[in-house]
């Protein structure tokens, strides 16, 4: 695949679907109830992980196995080496935003996915934890529909604020039953798209900067997803267990962003079948 087109793909700045042309999403009863039986009821709990574990093993192999081709593994390489070279980059028009506190940065980190998605939510309660450090920077509780941003680099924060916000989204798409509790859908979808919005607000502001850590993280879960495709088959079983299932996630959807462009995402939540959707864009 050529290295131009992957870079213009990444770099595309699509036009966001105007308010009035925009899709309302409201989470459905069905995973309303899904979600209260899942926290309270411990043998729904153990009976819905074993199929959650049996479809994510599934999901993760059928992905390794779609990337595994010549043409993928070049084109995660070429990203790899495209994000890493973002990783050095120091460009502030304005430092005036990122004085802000993370809830602020809500409205427009929000304002930038619903148009790149064409849709419309509630807005989720914004918390800052300023005193823990945890291993996450930010965290989304499906449960309490509420998103608490950690005390992290001020430059990371529009990023993140998306990333979170985009998984407030994915519990609202009309098909978010086949989204639920499915890590590498959810995972492999919030951290390119919350990469690409964070993308859109540094090129829109000229801070690039913003663009720095987030891109190490992308680049390093490409590398990831290139060891994981070397190794064998048995090993895909235990990849919950190692925690790495959300890598092929991540790199199948920037390779069918780098093929496609970033309408893949607006198509996608649409789809009643992501999974497949997916794999597909990848052919
Ligand atoms: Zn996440």
């Given at each position: 695949?050529?290295?131009?087109?992957i870079?213009a793909?990444?770099e595309?700045r699509?036009?966001?679907i105007?308010k009035?042309?925009?899709?309302f999403l409201?989470?459905?009863?069905?995973?309303e109830?899904?979600?209260s039986?899942?926290k309270?009821d411990d043998?729904?709990r153990y009976?819905e992980?074993?199929?959650?574990?049996?479809?994510?093993?599934?999901?993760?192999?059928?992905?390794?196995?779609s990337l595994s081709?010549?043409?993928?593994?070049?084109?995660?390489?070429?990203?790899?080496?495209y994000f890493?070279s973002k990783?050095?980059?120091?460009?502030i028009i304005?430092?005036?935003p990122f004085?802000?506190r993370?809830?602020?940065?809500?409205?427009?980190?929000?304002?930038?996915?619903?148009g790149?998605?064409?849709i419309?939510?509630?807005r989720p309660?914004?918390?800052e934890?300023?005193?823990l450090?945890?291993?996450?920077?930010?965290?989304?509780?499906?449960?309490?529909?509420e998103?608490?941003?950690?005390?992290i680099?001020?430059y990371?924060v529009p990023?993140?604020?998306a990333?979170?916000y985009?998984?407030h989204?994915?519990?609202?798409?009309k098909?978010?039953?086949?989204w639920k509790?499915n890590?590498v859908?959810?995972?492999?979808m919030?951290?390119?798209?919350?990469n690409a919005?964070?993308r859109?607000?540094?090129?829109?502001?000229?801070?690039?900067i913003?663009?720095r850590t987030g891109?190490s993280?992308?680049s390093?879960g490409l590398?990831?997803?290139?060891?994981l495709?070397k190794?064998?088959e048995?090993?895909?079983k235990?990849?919950?267990?190692?925690?790495?299932e959300?890598?092929?996630?991540?790199a199948a959807?920037l390779?069918?962003?780098?093929?496609?462009g970033?309408?893949?995402?607006?198509?996608?939540?649409?789809?009643?079948?992501?999974?497949?959707y997916?794999?597909?864009?990848?052919?």
């Amino acid at each position: 695949m050529d290295k131009g087109r992957i870079t213009a793909n990444l770099e595309e700045r699509i036009k966001p679907i105007p308010k009035e042309k925009r899709i309302f999403l409201k989470r459905s009863k069905a995973l309303e109830k899904y979600i209260s039986d899942y926290k309270e009821d411990d043998n729904f709990r153990y009976n819905e992980w074993q199929h959650i574990k049996a479809n994510t093993i599934l999901l993760y192999s059928a992905l390794i196995e779609s990337l595994s081709s010549n043409e993928n593994t070049e084109c995660i390489e070429e990203m790899a080496h495209y994000f890493n070279s973002k990783k050095r980059e120091n460009r502030i028009i304005d430092n005036k935003p990122f004085l802000r506190r993370g809830p602020e940065w809500f409205d427009e980190m929000s304002e930038i996915v619903k148009g790149m998605l064409g849709i419309e939510t509630d807005r989720p309660p914004v918390f800052e934890n300023r005193h823990l450090v945890f291993r996450h920077p930010g965290k989304y509780d499906a449960d309490k529909k509420e998103i608490t941003l950690h005390n992290i680099n001020p430059y990371f924060v529009p990023e993140v604020v998306a990333h979170e916000y985009i998984h407030h989204a994915q519990y609202a798409f009309k098909y978010s039953m086949s989204w639920k509790y499915n890590k590498v859908l959810l995972e492999g979808m919030a951290y390119p798209l919350g990469n690409a919005s964070a993308r859109e607000y540094a090129f829109e502001s000229g801070n690039l900067i913003a663009l720095r850590t987030g891109s190490s993280y992308l680049s390093e879960g490409l590398m990831q997803t290139i060891k994981l495709i070397k190794e064998g088959e048995r090993h895909r079983k235990t990849c919950m267990e190692r925690n790495v299932e959300h890598y092929p996630g991540i790199a199948a959807f920037l390779v069918a962003e780098a093929k496609h462009g970033k309408k893949i995402y607006r198509e996608i939540i649409k789809s009643p079948q992501p999974a497949e959707y997916l794999i597909k864009k990848l052919k």
